[in-house]
């Protein structure tokens, strides 16, 4: 069960580092970044969060902030499964997941 619980952090935080990866070479890049091959491959890896996103957002929030909701609901989801790791870790003993 523990491999189950790390393999999705796992995954939040590359996800999360890729949205944050974007915001950055965005801000360095500036209007062009769409052509930037890196951006693409940032973009790729967290669009599967963007769509959770976009899926969950109601209508009145805008586009171009829905990274920022992505964002948010990978750091809710990173969170939970961090206090799932622990309550794991402490009922089968914390030997166990040392090992």
């Known amino acids: 069960m523990l491999w189950v619980i790390v ?42 969060a963007q769509r959770v996103a976009d899926a969950l957002s109601p209508r009145w929030v805008l586009v171009q902030h829905r990274p920022w909701v992505a964002l948010a609901l990978l750091a809710l989801a990173w969170a939970a499964l961090t206090l799932a790791k622990i309550v794991h870790c402490l009922d089968a003993g914390v030997a166990r997941c040392l090992a």
Do not use: F
Request: aromatic residues 2%; hydrophobic residues 50%; charged residues 15%.
């Open 7 to 48: 393999t999705a952090k796992l995954l939040v935080e590359v996800a999360a580092l890729a949205l944050l990866g974007q915001l950055l070479l965005g801000l360095l890049i500036g209007p062009k970044r769409h052509d930037n091959g890196v951006y693409r491959v940032l973009q790729t890896v967290a669009s599967p």
